[in-house]
């Protein structure tokens, strides 16, 4: 299961932002944030995808 946390530790090991992966996710980074903090999967599956292709 990912959390936000995680997502965080992998933004900062690639070097980027949180809004870098909104602009290519498409969402605004609030709506993206808010869903992560609640622990949702499936947007954040897509963020980790999107940082996986960088």
Do not use: H, P, W
């Not at 995680?6 to 809004?19: G, H, P, Q, V």
């Not at 996710?25 to 292709?53: A, F, M, P």
């Amino acid at each position: 299961m990912k959390t936000l946390i995680e997502l965080k530790k992998r933004i900062i090991d690639k070097n980027t932002s949180f809004t870098f992966l909104a602009k290519k996710d498409g969402r605004s980074r609030q709506y993206l944030y808010k869903e992560c903090k609640k622990g949702n999967q499936k947007v954040l599956e897509d963020l980790y995808k999107i940082l996986l292709t960088m």
